[in-house]
């Protein structure tokens, strides 16, 4: 131990470190020695790759009429063939990235924000404000999310905008009672009553040490979310609520190529083949992401 | 004497034991009517098994439980009755470290960000902090090269350290420590204790000692309380009271203290019996199913707190 009298001698004549530049690269590395995690990541950042070059990658305008082309299998020019008003398949798939990825950052801006803010709220007054909020919650989650949306797109009117804005509304539930689990354990825990003891602010203790504690919680189940979210969109606009044509969404193309399913399989196959395996890559990625925040949960 | 730094009077914490909503009310006293003085300066220990309400006194004194009854008065304030605003701003100067240091520190926070919490709560200038956390770890034995590290970096001494710079870096004036060492090995227990001492020295400090090790509190307190069930037995001087406890129950842990002599005869007090449950205690004396000079007074009426030799005990042995 230094000698007390020393302590007091002048700081800057000492250095005092910087703080080092904490990037953590711990948990992407953990993150891609899971395999399968690996693979999806690559997968969904091609996607989103896609996306954002669709006006490149695709082949033609995705609302462009070929009226020589109706109902054409694949083929050379059209490599996912043509629907039945000549419009190309691939391109409008790789337009599709655009609208499914903006569904799912919209839809979970709204579920993240609003769960994550019920959810610590809940947990950190607790009492009657926790009981009134969670109830609200309880028969909200009592609905399947899929008829609460269709409830929330009947009321505001089917469009895409609307039909994202269903979709994160009916997620909240679920992701305030998740946050308020995970909150509640953190509330009982030692720092929050040293915190409480300090003195410190209910913001500060809810910003310092609340938020750090529930990222790892918070990052698994919105990746899961992400998932869900591009399935209910995807159903909505299947059931003619989301997204309006002519816009290229991917549950629209499926519900137009529904109806020619047997004359030609393409229009429903491809876009359904891309939901599941977007869908799919964000799921195994969520698991992947569980376990390395939770290695509890392994095995 | 002059007035103390802190008057406890009469504390008292209930805490509702209700087990459905049809059931009649029925309370647990944590604390039953517990009085004692801090001074400058002065260390006092309170002692007691586990359960007796020791640590429930601890939170009291610092509000993080809201006590049911009875008045701490900190420099002549009651501060029960102040707001939550004027209490936390109080805070400063009442202080608490806790016992298990891994539990108490946010693992995902730097030592940097876990000091300097207490000097944002209590708006000191940014430009200071640096400053006063490099030397407040100077002080508890710690270097600059430990601010960026988080807490599962260090070993439990350390990490105790770290629990006692939070508590001194604003300067207060009481520092409520409760069961400081008891998560730390013997080694390390009493460098934490030296420690602990030279910082009263240096800064000036008052400690409320928690603790349920009689060995450790024989080393650093002026002055000691014994409590059972929720209840204040004996209070006093420690010279007092080690050399000649009075009250059974005191008398029964001091006989309890490992001695290093091996050749040294003792008397072993064995309590027999159970801790009886605080939601149910026994009617008057509440040591008396333990107590081996029990009479029928003490089964019926409840002892006051008395002044003999030197010291406060509840019992009726002395009247």
Request: proline share 6%; net charge positive.
């Amino acid at each position: 131990m230094t000698k007390l009298s020393e302590a007091y001698k002048p700081i800057q004549a000492r250095s005092i470190p910087k703080a080092p530049l904490n990037v953590k690269f711990d948990t992407l590395k953990k993150i891609m020695s899971y395999k399968r995690a690996k693979y999806c990541l690559a997968f969904l950042f091609l996607i989103v790759i896609i996306g954002v070059f669709a006006p490149i990658l695709a082949p033609y305008n995705p609302n462009k009429l070929f009226y020589d082309a109706l109902l054409q299998p694949p083929s050379k020019e059209h490599l996912l063939g043509t629907d039945a008003i000549g419009r190309d398949t691939l391109s409008r798939l790789i337009y599709g990235v655009r609208v499914t990825l903006s569904v799912s950052v919209f839809a979970l801006g709204i579920t993240f924000v609003a769960g994550t803010f019920i959810g610590l709220i809940c947990a950190y007054i607790g009492g009657v404000v926790d009981n009134i909020l969670m109830r609200i919650m309880d028969i909200l989650l009592a609905l399947p999310s899929i008829i609460l949306a269709l409830a929330i797109v009947a009321i505001l009117g089917p469009s895409l905008t609307n039909a994202m804005l269903a979709v994160g509304i009916a997620s909240i539930p679920g992701f305030a009672r998740l946050i308020r689990g995970a909150a509640l354990t953190i509330k009982s825990s030692g720092y929050v009553e040293a915190s409480r003891s300090i003195g410190s602010s209910h913001s500060w203790i809810l910003r310092r040490q609340f938020l750090p504690n529930v990222t790892g919680v918070l990052i698994v189940y919105t990746t899961l979310f992400i998932g869900v979210a591009i399935l209910d969109t995807a159903a909505l606009s299947f059931i003619g609520l989301g997204a309006q044509p002519p816009t290229s969404e991917w549950g629209t193309m499926l519900s137009e190529g529904k109806d020619y399913l047997y004359e030609a399989w393409w229009l429903a196959t491809f876009p359904g083949l891309a939901i599941t395996a977007v869908v799919f890559s964000v799921n195994f990625l969520g698991d992947a992401l569980r376990d390395v925040f939770d290695p509890k949960s392994k095995g | 004497m002059t007035t103390s730094l802190l008057q406890v009077r009469d504390l008292e914490k209930r805490f509702r034991a209700q087990k459905s909503f049809f059931q009649a009310k029925q309370y647990v006293h944590a604390v039953n009517g517990v009085s004692l003085e801090l001074n400058d300066k002065e260390t006092i220990g309170i002692v007691g098994e586990s359960g007796c309400g020791k640590s429930t006194t601890g939170r009291c004194l610092l509000r993080l439980i809201e006590p049911t009854k009875g008045e701490i008065l900190f420099q002549g304030r009651d501060i029960t009755k102040l707001s939550k605003v004027e209490m936390n701003k109080l805070r400063k100067e009442i202080q608490m470290v806790f016992q298990d240091p891994m539990e108490s520190m946010n693992p995902k926070l730097t030592i940097r960000e876990i000091l300097s919490e207490p000097l944002i709560a209590h708006k000191i200038p940014k430009a200071q902090h640096v400053e006063l956390i490099v030397k407040t770890l100077d002080l508890v034995g710690l270097s600059e090269k430990h601010l960026f590290r988080y807490p599962h970096e260090f070993s439990g001494g350390q990490r105790q350290r770290i629990g006692i710079a939070r508590a001194i870096i604003l300067r207060p004036k009481i520092v409520v420590l409760d069961e400081p060492v008891s998560a730390l090995d013997v080694s390390v227990q009493s460098q934490i204790l030296n420690l602990l001492q030279d910082l009263q020295e240096e800064l000036g400090l008052s400690y409320i000692f928690i603790s349920h090790d009689l060995g450790v509190v024989q080393h650093i307190v002026h002055r000691i309380g014994v409590m059972y069930l929720g209840e204040m037995v004996e209070i006093g001087e420690k010279e007092k009271i080690f050399d000649k406890p009075l009250h059974p129950y005191t008398q029964a842990l001091i006989s309890a203290i490992p001695k290093s002599d091996p050749d040294e005869v003792k008397e072993r007090i064995i309590l027999t019996g159970e801790l009886p449950s605080p939601s149910n205690p026994p009617s008057g004396c509440k040591f008396h199913p333990r107590c081996m000079y029990a009479t029928d007074t003490c089964r019926s009426a409840k002892p006051e707190m008395r002044e003999v030799e030197g010291r406060k005990v509840a019992c009726h042995l002395y009247n």
